[in-house]
């Protein structure tokens, strides 16, 4: 068999580190799962300031519960 290197990752392992991430682009690519991991601390660090400052549970504060 035969390697043959594939381009698109090739490219990905060049770029430098801060390139990363720095644009939105959708699809499922590198920069796309870096924002959505960014984008789900910020939902679980503000539903924790929630329940830190009422005393009640996420969803009992939306008034789900």
Partial sequence: M???PNTYY???ADRKYGEFATKFQFGSNPSAEIWNGR??????LGA???E???GQGFFHWLGLL
């Fill in 48 to 50: 924790l300031l929630v």
């Fill in 39 to 44: 984008l789900a601390m910020l939902g679980f």
């Fill in 10 to 12: 090739d490219q990905q």
């Fill in 52 to 54: 830190m400052t009422t």
């Fill in 2 to 4: 035969q390697d043959t």
